[in-house]
């Protein structure tokens, strides 16, 4: 089940048909990325770290935890990744599922939470960690906390 915060549920969802286009373009981009995530540290990664992730005071000092070491590697902005200037909360959302679902398909015995915001240039930026409970998510339990438009699911 999504939960989005206050700031996200005001963002107009009016009905929406994602074209054929788009959704070819998600869909080669999302087994991309499905196909480049590697296990690091028992982390699921997309983007090979730019620190020494081994040296565990380098790691410490950079992201802290597991969890902040995957959501940093594992942040994708969608205006960037699909080479698209505007793209409305359906279109997001269209990615969001749709990665979930190739995610859980591959890797069917864990537990994830993704994320997606909007953020204050209009970019939507798409987060994912393995869940390890809720006290060690990324995010805020209360993510009305938040001022941006945020949404997360944990499947």
Same mark, same amino acid.
């Given at each position: 089940?999504?939960?989005?915060?206050?700031?996200?549920?005001?963002?107009?969802?009016?009905?929406?048909?994602?074209?054929?286009?788009?959704?070819?373009?998600?869909?080669?981009?999302?087994?991309?990325?499905?196909?480049?995530?590697?296990?690091?540290?028992?982390?699921?990664?997309?983007?090979?770290?730019?620190?020494?992730?081994?040296?565990?005071?380098?790691?410490?000092?950079?992201?802290?935890?597991?969890?902040?070491?995957?959501?940093?590697?594992?942040?994708?902005?969608? &205006?960037?990744?699909? =080479? /698209?200037?505007?793209?409305?909360?359906? !279109?997001? #959302?269209?990615?969001?599922? +749709?990665?979930?679902?190739?995610?859980?398909?591959?890797?069917?015995?864990?537990?994830?939470?993704?994320?997606?915001?909007?953020?204050?240039?209009?970019?939507?930026?798409?987060?994912?960690?393995?869940?390890?409970?809720?006290? &060690?998510?990324?995010? =805020? /339990?209360?993510?009305?906390?938040?001022? !941006?438009? #945020?949404?997360?699911?944990? +499947?």
């Amino acid at each position: 089940m999504i939960t989005e915060n206050e700031p996200m549920s005001e963002i107009n969802s009016i009905p929406y048909v994602v074209n054929a286009k788009y959704k070819v373009t998600v869909n080669k981009n999302i087994n991309k990325i499905i196909n480049k995530l590697k296990v690091r540290r028992d982390c699921l990664i997309y983007r090979n770290p730019t620190f020494d992730a081994d040296n565990e005071d380098e790691f410490c000092r950079y992201v802290h935890n597991d969890v902040g070491f995957e959501v940093s590697q594992n942040e994708i902005n969608l &205006n960037i990744e699909l =080479d /698209k200037e505007d793209i409305c909360k359906c !279109e997001a #959302l269209y990615f969001f599922n +749709f990665f979930n679902k190739c995610l859980k398909e591959r890797y069917n015995k864990s537990e994830f939470c993704s994320i997606m915001s909007l953020d204050n240039m209009n970019n939507w930026i798409f987060r994912f960690h393995i869940y390890r409970g809720t006290d &060690n998510m990324w995010i =805020d /339990k209360n993510i009305n906390n938040y001022r !941006e438009p #945020l949404l997360y699911e944990i +499947f």
